[in-house]
């Protein structure tokens, strides 16, 4: 069976104010509703393993929404972190924060993991996907360039690998291209298959 004739008798709710998520899931034909934006404490306990921090907010952010679920309802949570040299690196919060996190990044392997969540009124559950990436060695000017003009903000480790850093600047990855954009869909959609 078809994803898509499964979710007819349901309602997606991606709870994210990502353009990517929405643009991952339209892409892979997954219908959707998107919800309000809503307020989520994203801190999370400072012991806890860094590979389990995405999973962890994913759930938070679930536990979160303010919406009481229908019958019919799945709501889709998610949180994508960058993790190299053993430390996450969020988004930045300015110019300065983005040149240093690719600076950090410049000519090392980091891995990408993006935890998802899906609940109904009596389901949960939750599933992490993680990518390793390897940028090549970029320059100043390199670096410079594209935070100038993609000003990466809003972006995990501040970058994004559909954008011009990844086509000049990827020299490999292993694990989902998806998943570094912040959704793994194909995980997903198996996920939704099954719920």
Known sequence: MLLHDKLKNYRLILASQSPRRRQLLEDADIE????????????????????????YLSRLKSEAYPEPLGESDILLTADTVVIAEGQILGKPADRAEAIAMITLLSGRDHEVVTGTTLRSKDKVQSFSVSSKVRFRVLDTEEIEYYVDRYRPFDKAGAYGIQEWIGYVGIERLEGSFYNVMGLPVQRLYCELKGF
């Open 32 to 55: 959707f509703t998107l919800a309000p934006r809503f307020e989520c404490d994203e801190s999370f306990p400072s012991e806890l393993p860094v590979a389990e921090v995405a999973e």
